[in-house]
């Protein structure tokens, strides 16, 4: 089955310690969405993929980054990790078609501990 | 500032009668308004959408309604079933510069259907 594969499902990292999150997608999309989910609260978009080129959110900290080797895979690196960086991110993928809403497609998401 | 909000974060309904799930928005530039139904340890996955030029639409036992004077939509479930119990955000979608969609999501409403 085509799907939006992430992993770890569970990362435990150190307070400032580096990490990197991975997603992985066999639907072939060409855009891929990194969002962040605090407990209670709405998921909310990082950045997003439109195949190479790479657009960030305004109000996403200068602590996230991401890179995207190619079409399959999309990573997210959190250079220090703070306790406020607990949460779960979500990795979602789209197809992009002009003129026509695009459906998003859910990974199951990594649920990040700092400790 | 949340544009897109689910003011209850919880219901409890009873197996076959009516679930009424609500949300609220605050931009009307919105195009396309979505709902994604969540399971404990999954990603979120859509469930049906409704474009701004409508105000309803069906399938199967899910409708939405949109009523834009009021910047509020509503997701309909009838019959209830205890399958349906999940985590249900709304999301707005909103044109990117770079041609794609980026939702903006609520804060999610938890629906427990019981026999």
């Known amino acids: 089955d085509a799907m939006v594969i992430q992993n770890p499902r569970y990362q435990v990292t150190q307070f400032g310690k580096p990490v990197t999150l991975s997603c992985s997608q066999t639907?072939?999309?060409?855009?891929m969405y990194w969002y962040q989910q605090k407990s209670s609260q709405a998921p909310k978009l990082l950045f997003h993929?439109?195949?190479?080129?790479?657009?960030n959110e305004a109000d996403t900290p200068d602590n996230f980054q991401s890179r995207r080797p190619n079409t399959s895979f999309c990573f997210l690196d959190i250079r220090s990790p703070g306790l406020g960086d607990a949460a779960m991110y979500l990795c979602?993928?789209?197809?992009?078609?002009?003129?026509?809403?695009?459906?998003?497609?859910f990974g199951p998401g990594t649920r990040l501990t700092v400790l | 500032d949340q544009q897109v909000k689910q003011n209850s974060p919880s219901l409890s309904v009873q197996e076959g009668r009516i679930s009424i799930l609500n949300c609220d928005y605050t931009?009307?530039?919105?195009?396309?308004f979505l709902w994604y139904k969540k399971y404990p340890a999954e990603g979120p996955t859509f469930l049906i959408s409704i474009s701004s030029i409508k105000d309803k639409n069906e399938d199967g036992r899910f409708t939405v309604f949109l009523n834009k004077s009021a910047k509020h939509l509503s997701l309909h479930i009838v019959p209830s079933q205890p399958g349906d119990s999940a985590v249900y955000f709304c999301a707005a979608s909103e044109w990117g510069m770079d041609n794609t969609d980026k939702l903006i999501f609520g804060t999610g409403t938890r629906l427990q259907v019981f026999p």
């Open positions: 993929y439109y195949d190479k080129d790479f657009n």
């Open positions: 639907l072939n999309h060409n855009v």
């Open positions: 931009n009307s530039m919105f195009d396309y």
């Open positions: 979602a993928t789209s197809r992009d078609v002009p003129s026509s809403y695009n459906e998003q497609f």
